[in-house]
């Protein structure tokens, strides 16, 4: 079963504006990571997030999480045609040592 | 440095056919997985190892086996392949623990089992 949940499953916007994403989780974490994954390539790291952690930043990349909604967001700002990709956030539940990935959101950013 | 390499990238087997999906990497890597990716379902990991000589079950094992000989090196086997392992497949590795380091993926091998 899929730890964590991405909502919306597809967004497409225009170059400029910007992208939210949202992650949610059944259970406690000891992190939360997001991934990007480009057309036909494997997945590549973003931000690792910890659990007593609430914001981060990456470049365009704003990373927040909030353990009492077990929910997590990843915003890019100013987006450009070259972030078109699918996005997924990944938990490792706190009584374990497993990473699980959610189903992704497919972004389009259009020119 | 080459990362995490994948071998073949494409592959198409028939039902009942064995074969091994190679993994190598080359960043003294303790961490190694295999997840598949499926439309709709996300990555579920097939099966992990802490480092040589240690392995284990992830959400979806049957029908896979795995071996760590060497730090470098997480072969994926199939020993009787059917229509259900369809898939494209990710080696994936990583410093330390899942938990706490991020993980560096190959580029996949698409199989197809007809």
């Known amino acids: 079963s899929q730890q964590g949940e991405e909502d919306p499953q597809a967004l497409s916007i225009q170059e400029g504006e910007n992208a939210t994403m949202n992650c949610s989780y059944k259970?406690?974490?000891?992190?939360l990571q997001w991934y990007r994954q480009n057309s036909g390539r494997g997945l590549v790291h973003l931000i690792l997030?910890?659990?007593?952690?609430r914001e981060k930043h990456s470049g365009r990349l704003r990373v927040t999480l909030d353990t009492s909604k077990k929910s997590s967001s990843l915003l890019i700002t100013a987006s450009r045609a070259a972030d078109t990709a699918s996005y997924f956030c990944?938990?490792?539940?706190?009584?374990?040592?497993?990473?699980?990935f959610g189903g992704g959101t497919r972004l389009m950013v259009k020119p | 440095n080459a990362g995490v390499t994948q071998t073949p990238k494409f592959q198409v087997l028939k039902t009942g056919q064995s074969m091994t999906l190679q993994c190598a990497q080359d960043?003294?890597?303790?961490?190694m997985s295999w997840y598949r990716q499926d439309p709709g379902m996300g990555l579920r990991l097939i099966h992990y190892?802490?480092?040589?000589?240690?392995?284990d079950q992830g959400e979806v094992p049957n029908g896979y086996n795995v071996s760590r000989s060497t730090t470098e090196d997480f072969p994926l086997r199939l020993l009787s392949a059917a229509p259900s392992q369809t898939s494209v497949y990710f080696c994936?590795?990583?410093?330390?623990?899942?938990?706490?380091?991020?993980?560096?993926f190959g580029n996949g091998t698409r199989l197809t089992v007809t």
């Open positions: 994936a590795s990583s410093l330390g623990q899942a938990a706490n380091s991020p993980l560096h």
């Open positions: 259970t406690s974490i000891n992190n």
């Open positions: 997030i910890r659990s007593n952690e």
């Open positions: 990944a938990t490792v539940p706190r009584a374990g040592n497993m990473l699980t």
């Open positions: 960043m003294n890597h303790e961490y």
């Open positions: 190892s802490v480092g040589a000589g240690i392995t």
